[in-house]
C-alpha cells in the first residue's frame, strides 16, 4: 500500500525519531545522533502538529538530546531520563 508524498514523508520521520529514541536507550550515540538528526529535518515541515501529533513538542524534546550527545561531556543518564512521549490530540 502506497500513501501520498507527504503522509508518507511524515511517517517516515515519524519512524526516525522512534529507532533514534531506541538507540539512545540502547547507549548507542552515533546511530541515535544520526536517526535524531534526520528526524528533525524529516519532521520540520509538519511543525506545530499533524495528525493529532504535537511535532513542535516532539522536537523540542528531542533537541535537547542531540546537544547532550554532540557534547563531550555526554551522559547517556541524563539523555535517556524522561524520553518523550509523543502527545496525540483528538482532531476536529
Known amino acids: 500500500m502506497s500513501e501520498a508524498y507527504p503522509l508518507r514523508l511524515f511517517y517516515h ?3 526516525k525519531a522512534a529507532v533514534g529514541l531506541l538507540h539512545l536507550q540502547r547507549h548507542n550515540r552515533v546511530g ?3 536517526k535524531l538528526r534526520d528526524a528533525e529535518s524529516t519532521l520540520a ?8 501529533i504535537d511535532i513542535a513538542k516532539l ?3 528531542i533537541k535537547p538530546r542531540l ?4 557534547s563531550d561531556l555526554f551522559s547517556f543518564h541524563d539523555a535517556i531520563d524522561q524520553l518523550p ?6 482532531s476536529d
Not at 45 to 52: C, Y
Not at 67 to 70: F, V
Not at 85 to 90: C, D
Open 13 to 15: 520521520g515519524l519512524i
Open 32 to 34: 541515535a545522533g544520526k
Open 45 to 52: 515541515p509538519f511543525i506545530p502538529e499533524m495528525m493529532g
Open 59 to 61: 522536537l523540542a524534546d
Open 67 to 70: 546537544e547532550l550527545i554532540g
Open 85 to 90: 512521549t509523543i502527545q496525540i490530540r483528538e
